[in-house]
């Protein structure tokens, strides 16, 4: 039997890796205890079976390729290619992720069949297996008995009896056998590169028009009328072709492990850095907690203290408003007694001292209102200062509105004028007469027709945040109005006032001149309201004659001041039609 025949009886191909005792092949657990990347697949964590190489260079179990999931799947051409009419024998591209660099690989159109074994993984783990006294390596001919040598010739692993049987063939009867526990010892196990459409034939020749390794079966009849030779031939051009393009890339290695290390440099100062960073941010924190608390404390104190003082203030007014009760209670009692049960002379005698009590009682003077209010507040948004060297927030805001220290100002007080705007402005103060910084307060404002109480005119009150209102309206109506203004229901002071509204401003009718006879230029029948005249029968007025004013003045009333209201008096009878004509002249 030729070696050739014993490889094929031993099912041995350049796809399958030697055969294993499959209750060796792994440990209890079912993963292989020699975690190196060359011989385990990363998928599967086992030992590599029949490992092929993808695109990416990242090698895995044929087995665990196909469980991939595909990523996506083209017809031949690409997206962008004319369309054509569907084929069943149009192979279609499948698109995988690779395991390892997520990287999209592209297969085959023959699937994971025509991708290239990697021969160096299936050498790797021989030699593994060989170490690994776990693993029970079998017969490549008869895949049954325990493989115990090694042919150095035919490169296959043989049990007892097939290492004699062997040795008995004329053709292999000179080969050498080695003890495969010797080959522990080896940095490398070759084993034969056979062909994948011709089993029995190792891939002896490179075909360089198909640029593959061929065997010579397939140079004889595929590759027939190719540049073929012998791989020893040729490997020292393609191998220095490989190791050039190798050169090139090499280079960045070294640029990429520097950019890793900068990275990494960049990473830890981060790191430290944002430690430090945590560090100030921890001492800050405790230090404005401690500034916040204390704060918190100081707000609450001056909370007591303010409540304690409105207390006080309320407390000292209902004393003092008990006691007016009692006196007055006291007088009206003694009086309705005295006029009840006292005899004539008895209300006679006693009159002087009650006489004067009640007077007393009369004109005694108290505020019906308190004094002080629920008017507390915090104010978050408000700075308070420093506290412990840190900016705090936050105030305590308890000044009240005293009505009675509120004062109206304006120039609309007193005077305003029909359908003309008029304003004055609202000043709210505190018991102690300061203006208060904060608006809120309710003004109430209502102007009403002193005579016409129907006629009633709508003000506009503004907040303008800062302690003042501004009021304006328009009168519709001349006359008196009697105007109410009211904080927090309580007239301020100076409410009510009264405001004269003036009718409306009439306008000139005539022209600012300075005399008739200029304005005329001459005509004797043009008068003037000034009411001057001039001899030579001459109706309106002249420069230095009689009645003239000695100054410019409006032809239509004799009013002196160009910019004023038409009064519409004259001194003398002024005929319209003379004074229109003046107008007009």
Same mark, same amino acid.
């Given at each position: 039997?030729?070696?050739?025949?014993?490889?094929?009886?031993?099912?041995?191909?350049?796809?399958?890796?030697?055969?294993?005792?499959?209750?060796?092949?792994?440990?209890?657990?079912?993963? !292989?205890?020699?975690?190196?990347?060359?011989?385990?697949?990363?998928?599967?964590?086992?030992?590599?079976?029949?490992?092929?190489?993808?695109?990416?260079?990242?090698?895995?179990?044929?087995?665990?390729?196909?469980?991939?999931?595909?990523?996506?799947?083209?017809?031949?051409?690409?997206?962008?290619?004319?369309?054509?009419?569907?084929?069943?024998? @149009?192979?279609?591209?499948?698109?995988?992720?690779?395991?390892?660099?997520?990287?999209?690989?592209?297969?085959?159109?023959?699937?994971?069949?025509?991708?290239?074994?990697?021969?160096?993984?299936?050498?790797?783990?021989?030699?593994?297996?060989?170490?690994?006294?776990?693993?029970?390596?079998?017969?490549?001919?008869?895949?049954?008995?325990?493989?115990?040598?090694?042919?150095?010739?035919?490169?296959?692993?043989?049990?007892?009896?097939?290492?004699?049987?062997?040795?008995?063939?004329?053709?292999?009867?000179?080969?050498?056998?080695?003890?495969?526990?010797?080959?522990?010892?080896?940095?490398?196990?070759?084993?034969?590169?056979?062909?994948?459409?011709?089993?029995?034939?190792?891939?002896?020749?490179?075909?360089?028009?198909?640029?593959?390794?061929?065997?010579?079966?397939?140079?004889?009849?595929?590759?027939?009328?190719?540049?073929?030779?012998?791989?020893?031939?040729?490997?020292?051009?393609?191998?220095?072709?490989?190791? @050039?393009?190798?050169?090139?890339?090499?280079?960045?290695?070294?640029?990429?492990?520097?950019?890793?290390?900068?990275?990494?440099?960049?990473?830890?100062?981060?790191?430290?850095?944002?430690?430090?960073?945590?560090?100030?941010?921890?001492?800050?924190?405790?230090?404005?907690?401690?500034?916040?608390?204390?704060?918190?404390?100081?707000?609450?104190?001056?909370?007591?203290?303010?409540?304690?003082?409105?207390?006080?203030?309320?407390?000292?007014?209902?004393?003092?408003?008990?006691?007016?009760?009692?006196?007055?209670?006291?007088?009206?009692?003694?009086?309705?007694?005295?006029?009840?049960?006292?005899?004539?002379?008895?209300?006679?005698?006693?009159?002087?001292?009650?006489?004067?009590?009640?007077?007393?009682?009369?004109?005694?003077?108290?505020?019906?209102?308190?004094?002080?209010?629920?008017?507390?507040?915090?104010?978050?948004?408000?700075?308070?200062?420093?506290?412990?060297?840190?900016?705090?927030?936050?105030?305590?805001?308890?000044?009240?509105?005293?009505?009675?220290?509120?004062?109206?100002?304006?120039?609309?007080?007193?005077?305003?004028?029909?359908?003309?705007?008029?304003?004055?402005?609202?000043?709210?103060?505190?018991?102690?007469?300061?203006?208060?910084?904060?608006?809120?307060?309710?003004?109430?404002?209502?102007?009403?027709?002193?005579?016409?109480?129907?006629?009633?005119?709508? !003000?506009?009150?503004?907040?303008?945040?800062?302690?003042?209102?501004?009021?304006?309206?328009?009168?519709?109506?001349?006359?008196?109005?009697?105007?109410?203004?009211?904080?927090?229901?309580?007239?301020?002071?100076?409410?009510?006032?009264?405001?004269?509204?003036?009718?409306?401003?009439?306008?000139?009718?005539?022209?600012?001149?300075?005399?008739?006879?200029?304005?005329?230029?001459?005509?004797?029948?043009?008068?003037?309201?000034?009411?001057?005249?001039?001899?030579?029968?001459?109706?309106?007025?002249?420069?230095?004659?009689?009645?003239?004013?000695?100054?410019?003045?409006?032809?239509?009333?004799?009013?002196?001041?160009?910019?004023?209201?038409?009064?519409?008096?004259?001194?003398?009878?002024?005929?319209?039609?003379?004074?229109?004509?003046?107008?007009?002249?």
């Amino acid at each position: 039997m030729s070696v050739d025949e014993e490889r094929r009886l031993g099912g041995c191909d350049s796809g399958s890796p030697f055969p294993l005792s499959s209750s060796r092949n792994s440990t209890a657990n079912g993963h !292989p205890r020699l975690g190196d990347s060359r011989t385990v697949c990363f998928v599967c964590k086992r030992f590599y079976c029949d490992p092929k190489i993808l695109p990416c260079l990242h090698t895995f179990c044929s087995e665990c390729i196909r469980q991939l999931e595909p990523f996506s799947a083209s017809a031949p051409g690409g997206p962008g290619s004319a369309p054509r009419a569907p084929s069943i024998r @149009e192979p279609v591209s499948i698109t995988v992720l690779c395991p390892v660099c997520d990287s999209e690989v592209d297969l085959p159109h023959a699937g994971v069949e025509g991708l290239t074994t990697d021969h160096l993984a299936v050498s790797d783990v021989l030699l593994e297996s060989l170490r690994n006294d776990e693993c029970e390596l079998l017969c490549d001919l008869c895949s049954e008995g325990e493989a115990e040598r090694r042919c150095a010739v035919c490169s296959a692993n043989l049990c007892q009896f097939c290492c004699q049987a062997h040795r008995r063939q004329k053709k292999t009867s000179s080969h050498s056998m080695v003890c495969l526990q010797d080959l522990k010892t080896c940095g490398r196990v070759v084993k034969p590169v056979l062909c994948r459409l011709h089993p029995s034939e190792e891939l002896r020749l490179f075909c360089e028009t198909c640029d593959q390794p061929v065997c010579r079966e397939c140079a004889v009849t595929g590759h027939r009328d190719h540049l073929c030779d012998y791989t020893t031939n040729v490997i020292h051009k393609h191998g220095d072709y490989i190791r @050039e393009l190798a050169k090139n890339v090499q280079p960045h290695v070294g640029k990429l492990e520097a950019a890793l290390n900068n990275i990494e440099c960049a990473q830890h100062t981060v790191q430290a850095r944002a430690q430090a960073v945590a560090e100030e941010i921890q001492t800050f924190m405790q230090g404005y907690m401690r500034a916040v608390q204390t704060h918190c404390h100081g707000l609450l104190r001056q909370l007591e203290e303010i409540r304690v003082q409105k207390k006080n203030q309320l407390h000292l007014q209902m004393v003092q408003l008990e006691q007016v009760l009692s006196d007055v209670k006291t007088g009206v009692d003694f009086t309705e007694r005295l006029l009840t049960d006292g005899s004539d002379v008895e209300i006679l005698t006693a009159k002087g001292v009650t006489v004067r009590r009640l007077k007393r009682l009369g004109e005694v003077g108290y505020n019906v209102h308190p004094v002080t209010d629920d008017g507390i507040s915090f104010l978050p948004q408000e700075k308070a200062g420093q506290t412990e060297g840190y900016q705090v927030f936050g105030m305590i805001y308890a000044r009240a509105v005293d009505p009675n220290k509120c004062v109206i100002q304006g120039e609309a007080l007193q005077v305003g004028r029909q359908d003309n705007p008029s304003e004055f402005t609202v000043i709210c103060k505190d018991s102690a007469g300061e203006q208060m910084n904060k608006g809120g307060e309710t003004v109430r404002v209502s102007i009403v027709h002193k005579t016409k109480k129907d006629c009633s005119t709508k !003000p506009t009150v503004v907040d303008n945040n800062d302690g003042s209102y501004s009021v304006s309206y328009t009168p519709v109506e001349p006359g008196a109005h009697t105007v109410w203004v009211c904080v927090k229901g309580q007239h301020v002071k100076g409410s009510p006032f009264m405001v004269a509204v003036k009718s409306k401003v009439r306008r000139h009718r005539g022209t600012f001149h300075c005399c008739t006879f200029c304005s005329s230029v001459g005509l004797k029948e043009a008068r003037c309201g000034c009411g001057g005249t001039m001899p030579g029968g001459y109706q309106g007025c002249g420069h230095g004659h009689k009645g003239h004013p000695g100054k410019p003045h409006w032809s239509c009333c004799g009013n002196v001041s160009e910019v004023s209201e038409c009064t519409g008096c004259s001194a003398g009878p002024v005929s319209p039609r003379g004074i229109f004509r003046t107008v007009a002249l």
